[in-house]
Structure formats: structure tokens, C-alpha cells
């Protein structure tokens, strides 16, 4: 009996969502950081700043809840040509407007919460689609691709936005920024459809049952609810914890806004050469489950330390963190989404948007009040302290829960 050829990792499908993901990344990273440098020019005020931000936010607290029943229904192929036909089109009328215009504070807001809203139906239809498009073996491979790309595209894109910012008006940017997401679409519309549409129409009832069933599953499922919640801690924590770390920077004689920018890049060109490493090296599927609670317990020690390092060690602490910390993050990926069953991936990548944006939220504003209260070493190493006993809660303590998840595999 003949057998059957194993199929490689870069099949037409895998190309054609990759290339798509990094036009869109570069596309995202190429307006964001310009426009959160025109509010501060224009506003001069923080304030305004971060409630930029915070709109852009807040589709994330709730709306994916929501969503994620709709997006679970059938193909998902429709809703990211749709997201995308919308981001184009949104881009096009703020580059036309902008360009006769002066600045409107209120325009960027809404344009803020319009890009919000929008990326939360693509995240999550992407999230769902992104595991079929990968060939059953080459998970890990393939997540090690997409963890990747990001940090990579970070790296250069962050000076290139910064030199477009000086360089090219606002209209023209965003201009360029279509151009880019319509470049994107017509890649994605040659990816093929992997779920058909069941063809019964879908009442409110049934949405309701939907939203249901999924909150039912994750009752049902305490390994994903336990990974998922201390997810939503650690990386909580994390942006907590770099924000103290900014205000240390800018507040000690012997160290500078130009050290901290190298010791992000140090994390992030930590996570490029994980992911590689990922990408070359396949983690056993019986030890994905010690090698993550390892990294775990290392990642949290060094925020909980970080400030009371010399730099030479700060640097080297980061670097490894991104390293190892996109390592766990790809088998934790690779992992989940084996484990879920096609048709609950929206719904429950919904839960895992909606208690990341919260923690993210909720920590850097207990950052912030600690940072009043306390010295900067003893607020970060309190948060860092809070999200390394948490493993042990979350992680380590209810094993019999977490290893099944970290096992999974694909059939």
C-alpha cells in the first residue's frame, strides 16, 4: 500500500494568509504610532493621549462576547474580506478628509473606535480560520510563523513610522495605509473557504442558545478557563509593570528614554530568534506542559526583579524573556487551539479578547496608583509578585485540568 505524502507547512493557503498578516501588520504599525504622535503634537495633553487609546480598547471589554456566536456560524473567509473592505474604506475617507481638513481631536476619536470595533470581528474570524489553513502536523510550525512576524514587523516598522510621520502627511499616510489593506484582501480572497455555510437562517433564539452554549463549554472546561485566566494576569501585569518601567527610565540621572527603547528591542529581538527556534525545533507534545510552567515561573520572576538589576542585566533578562516567552506563547497556541472543536473557537477566543483586555486595563491602572504611592522598584516587583503566585493557582496547582490542554493534537 502506497503511502500517503506528508504535506509541507507552506502550502498556496498557509503562503497567502501569511502574506496577508504581514501587509496588514505593516499596514497597522504604519498608521498607529503616527497618529498617537499627531494627538499628543496637536493636544500637548497625556490625558487625551490615553483616552485615544482607551478607545481603541474598549470594542474588546465586550463586544467580542457578542461577536462570537456569528462568527462561529459557517465560513469565516466573508467576515475577514468584509473587516477588510471596511478598514480600506475607513482609511480612505480619513485620508480624503484629512488631507482638506485641520486637525479634529473628535475625528481621530471615533476613527479610533471605528478601527477598534472592526478589528475585534477580525481578530476573531482570523483566530478561527488561522488553524484550518495550517496542515494537520505543522501546528507548531505554522504558529511559530505568525508569533513571529509581529515583533519582526515591530522592529523595522517602528522607525519606519516615525520617519513617515515627519516626512508624509497624514492624508497621504492614510492614503498608503488603504493601499496596503486592498493589497491585503485580494490576497485573502485566493485562500480557500474551509467551512461551508449551513444555509438555515439564523434567529435571534438561536444567537441566544449560541452565547450559551459557549459560556457553558467554558464552565465545562477548567483547563482553558485556568490558562486563559492567567493569560489574562500575566499579560496584564506585564503592561502594568512597563509602565512603571518607563517612569524608572525617565526618572533616575543614570539612565535614559534611549536605554529603554534598546531594552525593548532586546525583547523583541528575543521573540524573532524564539520563534525561529520554534520554527526549527519541535517541543515534544508531552513536555509542552513542563517547558510552559518552566517559562512561566521565569517570565514573572524577572518582572518581580527587573528594576533591581544593573542594565548589562536588565538587557539580558529581556531578551530571554522574549525568547522563551514567545516560545510558550506558540505552544500554548498550538496547543488550545487543537484542543477546541472548530466551531467554538470564536466563542472562546472571544473570552480569552474580552479577560486579556480587561486585565490589561486593570493593571495599568493599579500601576499607576502604585506608582503614586510606593517607589518604582517595590510597585513593579508587587505586580510582578501577584502574577508569579498566580502560576502556582493557575498553572502548577490544578495540573490534572491544564496537561490535557498542552497535549492536545490535531487530527
Not at 478601527?115 to 483566530?127: C, D, E, M, P, Q
Not at 521573540?271 to 518552566?294: D, H, M, N, S, W
Amino acid at each position: 500500500m502506497m503511502k500517503k505524502r506528508e504535506t509541507g507547512l507552506w502550502t498556496k493557503d498557509f503562503t497567502c494568509i501569511t502574506a496577508a498578516t504581514v501587509l496588514s501588520a505593516i499596514g497597522g504599525e504604519a498608521m498607529n504610532l503616527p497618529v498617537s504622535l499627531l494627538v499628543f503634537d496637536e493636544t500637548k495633553s497625556t490625558f487625551l493621549s490615553a483616552l485615544i487609546m482607551v478607545c481603541g480598547m474598549l470594542p474588546d471589554t465586550i463586544l467580542p462576547i457578542l461577536a462570537a456566536p456569528l462568527i462561529d456560524r459557517g465560513g469565516k473567509k466573508k467576515w475577514i474580506l468584509g473587516m477588510d473592505f471596511l478598514l480600506a474604506a475607513v482609511y480612505f475617507f480619513m485620508g480624503l478628509w484629512v488631507m482638506k481638513h485641520a486637525f479634529s481631536y473628535a475625528l481621530y476619536l471615533v476613527f479610533t473606535l471605528a478601527v477598534g470595533t472592526i478589528s475585534v470581528f477580525y481578530r476573531l474570524a482570523y483566530s478561527s480560520w488561522y488553524p484550518d489553513l495550517i496542515p494537520v502536523g505543522r501546528e507548531q510550525k505554522g504558529y511559530a510563523v505568525s508569533s513571529t512576524l509581529y515583533p519582526l514587523i515591530i522592529i523595522i516598522m517602528a522607525p519606519v513610522a516615525t520617519f513617515l510621520y515627519e516626512r508624509v502627511e497624514m492624508g497621504q499616510l492614510f492614503l498608503l495605509v488603504f493601499g496596503l489593506t486592498v493589497l491585503s484582501l485580494l490576497v485573502e480572497g485566493c485562500i480557500r473557504e474551509t467551512r461551508k455555510e449551513s444555509g438555515e437562517s439564523y434567529t435571534f433564539a438561536w444567537y441566544c442558545s449560541d452565547i450559551r452554549e459557549g459560556f457553558s463549554y467554558l464552565k465545562k472546561e477548567k483547563g482553558i478557563r485556568n490558562i486563559y485566566t492567567y493569560m489574562s494576569v500575566t499579560n496584564g501585569a506585564s503592561h502594568g509593570v512597563d509602565v512603571i518601567v518607563q517612569a524608572y527610565y525617565q526618572t533616575q540621572p543614570y539612565l535614559t528614554v534611549t536605554m529603554l527603547g534598546f531594552l525593548k528591542s532586546a525583547e523583541m529581538i528575543g521573540r524573532v530568534l524564539g520563534g525561529a527556534f520554534q520554527y526549527t525545533k519541535e517541543i515534544p507534545v508531552k513536555k509542552r506542559y513542563a517547558f510552559t510552567k518552566a517559562v512561566y515561573l521565569f517570565y514573572d520572576t524577572m518582572d518581580t526583579v527587573l528594576l533591581f538589576l544593573p542594565y548589562p542585566l536588565m538587557l539580558a533578562g529581556r531578551f530571554l524573556c522574549g525568547g522563551l516567552g514567545i516560545s510558550s506563547a506558540t505552544i500554548r497556541e498550538t496547543a488550545v487551539q487543537s484542543y477546541l472543536q472548530p466551531g467554538m473557537r470564536a466563542r472562546v477566543n472571544a473570552f480569552f479578547n474580552v479577560v486579556m483586555a480587561a486585565g490589561g486595563v486593570g493593571f495599568q491602572l493599579l500601576a499607576g496608583a502604585l506608582g503614586q504611592a510606593l517607589p518604582y522598584r517595590f510597585a513593579a516587583a508587587l505586580i510582578g509578585l501577584a502574577t508569579f503566585l498566580s502560576v502556582f493557582v493557575l498553572i502548577i496547582r490544578p495540573a490534572a485540568e491544564n496537561r490535557p490542554v498542552y497535549e492536545a493534537v490535531r487530527e
